[in-house]
């Protein structure tokens, strides 16, 4: 608040058009004087703002040294936990094997428990390093030509088979299908999307089917370089109990099942489908998931038939 306080010699001297001329300049100074306000405010608002950048930067840094102590952590844990359960499959499997000496027909059943109960352990430890090293940023890929044919007959027979009702089925052509992919880590993806259909399918059929979709034509750089754009499609479908399409993103977070109460009726970790979708996109490629509840899903791996290393933009998918 101020005064603008103007004198005159003589009284009466100001006309009409002097008044409006002073009320303008006297207008000008308050708006000066208001603008001089708001600068200082923004300043100070300016300065707080850099002061909580400042902190939220520092507690940024903080959390994610923390998550790489925890990752840290993890991979170390799981790969000392692998030293100890190596050695006891091993002796186990010497035991079945006899080299001790025979079993009799009660040992060699409790022999055969510890070796599946054992197989199972290493499973998920295994899965926890790999989701680790996946974190971590220090899984490798080792590319090579391969048969998308023969990827799915290796996944199909490693996987145990469903109990139950269940018909296992293929559909697969009869002609190699070329992918330029990891073999190891493409068919670790199949085996776990097939054991999730099993594991999830009381009745009915799990279906394995796998097709190639020709590139769209290239354009110069993808010519330039070689890539022809094309992918492999690799779908388990089966008749299960199905996932809501609200759930369709929490089942690919690390750790989480759509039941994931202790009364679940399904055992698992929830780490198999974060693992496969990391590596998927470690091959350059995806997963996608349609389902009915009730009716059952259908889980697609889609890799790049040439050239993943090279592809700059992600794989989209287009299904139904
Ligand atoms: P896990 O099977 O060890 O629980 P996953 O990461 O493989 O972990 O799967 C996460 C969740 O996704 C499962 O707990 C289940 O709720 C759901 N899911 C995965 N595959 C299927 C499927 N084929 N049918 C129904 N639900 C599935």
Redesign the pocket.
């Known amino acids: 608040v101020g005064a603008l306080t103007f004198y005159f010699r003589e009284p009466g001297e100001l006309c009409e058009a002097d008044r409006s001329l002073l009320r303008l300049v006297a207008d000008q100074m308050a708006a000066t004087a208001e603008k001089a306000h708001l600068i200082e405010d923004l300043q100070k608002a300016n300065q707080r703002l850099r002061k909580q950048n400042v902190e939220l930067e520092a507690r940024y840094r903080q959390a994610e040294e923390a998550r790489r102590l925890k990752n840290e952590f993890l991979a170390n844990v799981s790969h000392e936990l692998r030293t100890p359960l190596t050695a006891i499959l091993g002796f186990a499997y010497l035991l079945r094997e006899g080299i001790p000496g025979t079993l009799e027909g009660e040992q060699a059943a409790a022999v055969e428990k510890i070796e599946a109960a054992g197989a199972t352990l290493m499973g998920l430890i295994n899965d926890l390093l790999d989701l680790t090293h996946l974190r971590l940023g220090r899984t490798t890929v080792e590319l090579e030509e391969c048969d998308a044919v023969a990827l799915a007959h290796a996944a199909l027979s490693s996987v145990n088979p469903p109990t139950g009702a269940v018909e296992v089925s293929c559909e697969l052509p009869d002609v190699p299908v070329p992918a330029l992919t990891d073999p190891v880590i493409a068919v670790r993806i199949l085996q776990?999307?097939l054991?999730?259909?099993f594991?999830?399918?009381a009745a009915g059929s799990v279906t394995l089917r796998l097709s190639a979709l020709p590139a769209p034509p290239p354009s110069l750089s993808e010519q330039a370089l070689g890539i022809d754009g094309g992918v492999v499609l690799w779908e388990?479908e089966?008749t299960?109990?199905?996932?809501e399409e609200s759930?369709f993103d929490?089942?690919?977070d690390?750790?989480?099942?759509?039941?994931?109460s202790a009364t679940?009726r399904?055992?698992?970790?929830?780490?198999?489908?974060?693992?496969?979708l990391g590596l998927a996109r470690r091959l350059g490629g995806d997963i996608a998931?349609r389902?009915t509840p009730g009716q059952?899903?259908v889980?697609t791996l889609v890799l790049p038939a040439r050239g993943p290393a090279a592809r700059t933009a992600p794989i989209e998918i287009r299904l139904g």
Do not use: H, P, W
């Not at 299960?240 to 996932?243: D, E, H, K, L, V």
């Not at 698992?268 to 496969?276: D, I, N, R």
């Open positions: 776990n999307l054991s999730n259909a594991k999830f399918t388990v089966d299960g109990i199905g996932i759930d929490i089942i690919f690390e750790f989480r099942q759509v039941d994931g679940r399904y055992g698992g970790t929830g780490m198999g489908l974060a693992l496969s998931v389902s059952g899903s889980f």
